[in-house]
T-cell receptor, first 112, second 118 residues
Framework: GESVGLHLPTLSVQEGDNSIINCAYS??????FIWYKQESGKGPQFIIDIRSNMDKRQGQRVTVLLNKTVKHLSLQIAATQPGDSAVYFCAENEGGGNKLTFGTGTQLKVEL | EAGVTQFPSHSVIEKGQTVTLRCDPI?????LYWYRRVMGKEIKFLLHFVKESKQDESGMPNNRFLAERTGGTYSTLKVQPAELEDSGVYFC????????????????FGPGTRLLVL
């Protein structure tokens, strides 16, 4: 698969539990952050974004938290479902520009 | 509305051959981006078009890679000659409108082209 050779951290959760995926970003000048979900054989799918003038944003079953002091981003998924199983990437607009810099990714596995 | 589409989905070629990847962005999106993930690495930016103009090509690895977007619609990425280290997944993304320094717009990704150079 596409993740071969890329040693992804893995988060295993029980169906129905909440999931928290963490990400550390690198550039303090970045002002836009996105979470993408990638299922096997597909491209990254937009989940939620947040700008640097916010510290929390909520979507449907997902919440993104931004801590600019420690350059940390997290994605919370409520009531995790089997369909949430995928690799999750955080991305930042490096230095405030247009190109995105991606994190390594976290493999989320939902156990029944 | 159709999303970003890419062709082909898979390509297997021999070292030294040429391969051309195509991306059709979401209709009306002025911004088009190419990214790639080579084996064992993160997804990396290659370049950014605004309409038919190259806005940022700082991620292009070398002169064996040529990207075009004639007419400001679809884009092609040609690798000539291909090397073993070019193997990976090539993603295209698009976003709407002209980027200003104050607004960052969501980039929507295509399914990718999986390139294998033997």
């Amino acid at each position: 698969g596409e993740s071969v050779g890329l040693h992804l951290p893995t988060l295993s959760v029980q169906e129905g539990d909440n999931s928290i995926i963490n990400c550390a970003y690198s550039n303090s000048a970045s002002d836009y952050f996105i979470w993408y979900k990638q299922e096997s054989g597909k491209g990254p799918q937009f989940i939620i974004d947040i700008r640097s003038n916010m510290d929390k944003r909520q979507g449907q079953r997902v919440t993104v938290l931004l801590n600019k002091t420690v350059k940390h981003l997290s994605l919370q998924i409520a009531a995790t479902q089997p369909g949430d199983s995928a690799v999750y990437f955080c991305a930042e607009n490096e230095g405030g520009g247009n190109k995105l810099t991606f994190g390594t990714g976290t493999q989320l596995k939902v156990e029944l | 509305e159709a999303g970003v589409t890419q062709f082909p989905s898979h390509s297997v070629i021999e070292k030294g051959q040429t391969v051309t990847l195509r991306c059709d962005p979401i209709s009306g999106h002025d911004n088009l981006y190419w990214y790639r993930r080579v084996m064992g690495k993160e997804i990396k930016f290659l370049l950014h078009f605004v309409k038919e103009s190259k806005q940022d090509e700082s991620g292009m690895p070398n002169n064996r890679f040529l990207a075009e977007r004639t007419g400001g619609t679809y884009s092609t990425l040609k690798v000539q000659p291909a090397e073993l280290e070019d193997s990976g997944v090539y993603f295209c993304a698009s976003s709407q409108g002209i980027i200003t320094s104050a607004v960052q717009e969501t980039q929507y990704f295509g399914p990718g082209t999986r390139l294998l150079v033997l």
